[in-house]
């Protein structure tokens, strides 16, 4: 009994440790695999006051059709993390900034070769700053992702050949006076980075931020080796990809970064291409592959300062101007898209605790800054409490019935999102 007791004292840390990640993979392989709403893949990492305190993973990368075979996810599986690509890009953004090769301020025209102005309220400078905190007046209406030899100034300039009828421009709000989240804003932001440097969009990012980070993927999925294909996951619904139309007992349907049969192809003859005219076939606004280990990377670069493996990456000064809060809605200063949208930084989306309002875990007490995506099925969230040094990132790779048709209920977020993020929280961050 003696040597008993002397063996709990030794282990009892790792004992309970063992119990209560067992008990949140339990928790979030039940939530994968509900057939209300399954989930083809999901990646989790959670970091508590500055360490790695989970990681796991579920369900496959690729599935068959009828839902069987495939490849299993894996801690170097890779998904194309939708809009918190944006936030990526702005960290390679803040260090042109740094460079003095970029000013927040300064009227974005100037760097793009062309006025740059809403025709509406042709007085108003649109800057970067306005550009990052999508109130440039800028809008999806026209779309925001074009093919190479589509110069966004054919697009954006009044009277061009692509301009139509400027559906691209708020009519009813000038620069830096309302909210409204832009995609074309960020091909525009792309498009900056590119000019200024002379490079192109997908190289510029490997320069600036993954390979100074070490990170594997990048936004290009012609240029990744056969090693990393081998590890990206497709994205799956229950629908097909140009309906609405869910079919929770039909087939698994791809819709992106599915490549069977080899590399996939270049978003255009690249050897023509010219940096500085339209980025946007790189997806500045969506396109990243990353795996969620190396989202985690880039966490707790933020947590520490801007300092990733001895290596001061960004400033702090730096960081502190991007997650400065730049916009807060009041009730009509913007479109807050039932309630998802309550605050923004440079780049990022900020998550105030706030009594009686929306809640990233049920009960409150986990707030921060980061950012969400979906898109072609999948489902992102990349949120931090920077000065806790607590994080959680999760990735779904797909869902087999609408999730917006089981809406949350503490948040603008599906249930099962809730109850990814409120499982972590209360398993890895309060009892780990």
């Not at 709990?8 to 993979?25: E, I, S, Y």
């Not at 400078?125 to 990052?132: A, G, K, M, V, W």
């Not at 190479?148 to 708020?170: E, I, S």
């Amino acid at each position: 009994m003696a040597l008993l007791g002397g063996m709990q004292h030794v282990f009892g840390a790792p004992l309970r440790a063992a119990n209560w990640k067992r008990g949140l993979d339990a928790e979030l392989a039940a939530i994968a695999a509900n057939p209300a709403c399954t989930l083809t893949s999901l990646s989790v990492l959670a970091i508590r006051q500055g360490r790695v305190a989970y990681t796991a993973q579920f369900g496959h990368r690729t599935v068959a059709a009828d839902g069987g075979g495939g490849a299993r996810a894996t801690a170097r599986t890779m998904y194309r993390i939708a809009s918190i690509s944006k936030m990526m890009t702005t960290l390679a953004l803040m260090r042109l900034v740094e460079q003095g090769k970029l000013t927040l301020d300064a009227d974005a025209g100037e760097y793009l070769g062309f006025a740059l102005r809403n025709p509406h309220y042709p007085e108003r400078p649109i800057s970067l700053r306005l550009l990052l905190s999508h109130t440039s007046s800028l809008r999806d209406d026209a779309g925001y992702s074009f093919k190479a030899d589509q110069a966004l100034r054919n697009l954006l300039v009044p009277g061009a050949p692509l301009y139509g009828d400027g559906k691209m421009w708020a009519s009813n709000a000038a620069p830096g006076a309302f909210f409204t989240y832009s995609n074309l804003a960020w091909g525009v932001i792309g498009t900056i980075m590119e000019r200024v440097t002379g490079e192109r969009f997908d190289l510029l990012m490997r320069r600036l931020l993954l390979g100074p980070m070490g990170l594997r993927g990048g936004f290009n999925a012609s240029a990744m080796t056969p090693a990393e294909l081998a590890d990206l996951a497709t994205l799956y619904r229950k629908r097909t990809t140009d309906t609405e139309v869910w079919d929770g007992a039909g087939p698994w349907i791809a819709q992106v970064d599915d490549y069977p049969n080899g590399a996939p192809a270049a978003p255009q003859d690249l050897a023509a291409y010219a940096p500085g005219n339209n980025a946007t076939p790189f997806s500045p606004t969506g396109g990243l592959r990353i795996s969620a280990p190396d989202m985690g990377k880039v966490m707790l670069m933020l947590m520490n300062g801007g300092r990733h493996e001895g290596v001061q990456l960004l400033r702090p000064a730096t960081l502190a101007s991007m997650f400065e809060r730049q916009w807060t809605y009041d009730g009509k200063n913007g479109d807050n898209l039932n309630g998802l949208f309550r605050a923004w930084g440079l780049g990022n989306q900020h998550f105030p605790e706030a009594a009686g309002g929306p809640q990233l875990v049920e009960g409150g007490g986990f707030g921060g800054v980061g950012h969400l995506g979906e898109a072609y099925g999948l489902y992102s969230v990349f949120v931090a409490d920077l000065a806790k040094k607590n994080g959680i990132v999760v990735l779904v790779g797909g869902t087999s019935a609408d999730p917006e048709a089981d809406k949350g209920l503490h948040s603008s977020m599906p249930r099962m999102l809730e109850r990814i993020l409120g499982g972590v929280n209360r398993q890895a961050l309060l009892k780990a």
